[in-house]
C-alpha cells in the first residue's frame, strides 16, 4: 500500500500530522515507491539551497596567488581520484574522504 494512500493513518482528527510514533500494525502496510521519491524530489528543496550555502564563489585561482603548492596538494588529493580512479585503484589508493 503506497504510503499517499495512508495518510489517513499518519494524520490525526483534525488532518494534521501526528507528533507520536506510529505502531508496527499502523506500519506493517506502509512502502515506498520510487514514484514517491520522484514526486518528492519536484517539491523538496536541499536544505543546503534553503541555507545560501550552495553559491560558488567567483574567485579563480588566479586571483588568490603565492598558493601553488596548496593548489597541487589540492588537485592531487580531490580532481585527481575523480578524473582518473583507475589509476588510483590501480596502485591500491582510495580518494580521501574529507580535505
Do not use: Y
Request: hydrophobic letters at 35%.
Amino acid at each position: 500500500q503506497k504510503v499517499k494512500k495512508s495518510k489517513r493513518q499518519v494524520t490525526d482528527e483534525d488532518g494534521g500530522l501526528r507528533r507520536d510514533t506510529l505502531t508496527s500494525e499502523e506500519l506493517a502496510p506502509l512502502a515506498l515507491t520510487m514514484q514517491d521519491f520522484e514526486e518528492a524530489v519536484e517539491r523538496v528543496q536541499p536544505s543546503a539551497k534553503r541555507e545560501g550555502f550552495a553559491t560558488v564563489p567567483d574567485v579563480k585561482w588566479e586571483d588568490v596567488g603565492s598558493l601553488g603548492d596548496i593548489r597541487e596538494e589540492l588537485s592531487l588529493s580531490i580532481c585527481e581520484p575523480i578524473l582518473h580512479p583507475a589509476k588510483f585503484a590501480a596502485l591500491g589508493l582510495s580518494a580521501p574522504t574529507g580535505v
